[in-house]
């Protein structure tokens, strides 16, 4: 069985950073499997931030937060990370991890994404 634990959030001022960290398990990510990093803000749709292809390295942003956030994936213990560096007041949002072990045709559609964590806040205040 898939699970995601994420970690990392918390409250933060505008400039300041922060490290989420998503614990996968259950599976072995393959060339073709799909990992993404999406947040939803209070009467918003879920976005997606950034996304990851670990069989191939291939990483994806949104505008953004290109230049500011990186995502990146530790093949050791299968965990995926954001590091969000200069952060803004509009970066507030619970931020979720996703992940599709078959691969995915978007990295930012949250629809092709079966397996998610259970959130987790990130709040910048100014």
């Known amino acids: 069985q898939v699970q995601l634990v994420e970690s990392g959030g918390g409250s933060v001022q505008a400039g300041g950073t922060l490290r989420l960290s998503c614990a996968a398990s259950?599976?072995?990510?393959?060339?073709?499997?799909?990992m993404a990093w999406f947040r939803q803000a209070p009467g918003k749709s879920r976005e997606g931030v950034a996304g990851?292809?670990?069989?191939?390295?291939?990483?994806f942003y949104t505008a953004s937060v290109k230049g500011r956030f990186t995502i990146s994936y530790d093949n050791a213990n299968y965990t995926l990370y954001l590091q969000m560096n200069s952060l803004k007041v509009e970066d507030t949002a619970t931020y979720y991890c996703?992940?599709?072990?078959?691969?995915?045709?978007?990295?930012?559609?949250?629809?092709?994404?079966?397996?998610w964590g259970q959130g987790t806040q990130v709040t910048v205040s100014s």
């Open positions: 996703a992940a599709d072990p078959t691969g995915c045709s978007s990295w930012d559609r949250a629809a092709d994404y079966p397996h």
């Open positions: 259950g599976f072995m990510p393959r060339v073709a499997s799909c």
């Open positions: 990851a292809f670990p069989g191939v390295g291939s990483l």
